[in-house]
């Protein structure tokens, strides 16, 4: 069964036109939201200002009144939700009942994971749910780049627990399961049997498998480009803590728009704080704004 991303959609129109397009013609609600239940993590990955603990914002998890509100305004504009961001979701408690929750408001779904907790009981659970969609977050293509930047993660123990979902899931639609991972842009051309071979073994137990460059994201330097930007025209990202800010590269707090706890997504959407990002994108002003400087999108 072939089996396609059902964000897919939504993807190709938040990254297709123009910036300056899709400032004239905003939309009247972000597509979708990414939301962070939490911004603590198991693993202690070297590139991550979680794992490396850089981060000064606070640690926590997501209150159920939070994610209320997320919910119920998702719900009026028809807004899918996907749990990602700078922690690992599977801490949070109640994740797999705010996976129902979306699910039961007839929205789609997402989640970013390291796989390291997935189990039998959690795997029966979204696939009842019919949640959409589940990545699994590599580093690198081989064993030993992959535990030498994910500090405390298990090569074995991913592959099995990713093959455990797709025997589990067999011949059912749901969830689409996506690996994706990073390797040097210094490496690549080294590198290409090694990612051929990573490829061929991850598509036998997924759907997808997204090898990107691996980016400094902790101390930028800005590479001069202007690319398309699908954060402040299609999408916002909400802090565990209901702060919301215009980018989902944003670790520390630097381009916040708005707080739940005084405000609507709607109100934040529309708000003046983040009109002056989307005018200093449309300037191409991104050598000012430190997210920017280490874009994961280009």
Known sequence: MVRLNPFSEIYSLANS???IDKYANLIDFPRYIDVELTNTCNLQCIMCPTGCNVSTRPKGFMSHGTFNRIL??????????????????????????????????????HINT?????????ITKIIRMKLDSIKFSFQGVTK????????????????????????????????????GT????????????????????????????????TRNIINPEYSGKTPRCPEMFDKLSVNWDGTV?????DWNNTLLVGDLNKSTLYDIWRGDAID??????INKRHSELEPCKACLVR
Request: glycine share 8%; charged share 30%; with cysteine.
């Open 114 to 122: 390291n796989g390291m907790f997935i189990d039998d009981e959690f």
């Open 72 to 109: 119920q305004e998702c719900y009026r504009y028809e807004c899918h939700i996907r749990f990602i961001r700078w922690g690992e979701p599977l801490l949070h408690p109640e994740l797999t009942g705010f996976i129902g929750a979306v699910k039961g408001n007839g929205l789609m779904c």
């Open 17 to 19: 036109g123009t910036n």
């Open 182 to 213: 990073t390797i040097s842009g210094n490496n690549r051309d080294n590198a290409v049997t090694d990612i051929n071979n990573f490829k061929a073994k991850m598509l036998q137990i997924s759907d997808e498998v997204i090898v990107g460059t």
């Open 245 to 249: 800010t215009a980018c989902c590269s």
């Open 276 to 281: 002056h990002y989307r005018k200093m994108i």
């Open 144 to 179: 030993d780049e992959y535990e030498k930047y994910r500090r405390g993660a298990e090569w074995e123990k991913l592959i099995l627990n990713i093959k455990r979902l797709y025997d589990f899931r067999w011949k059912k639609k749901f969830p689409f399961i996506g690996i």
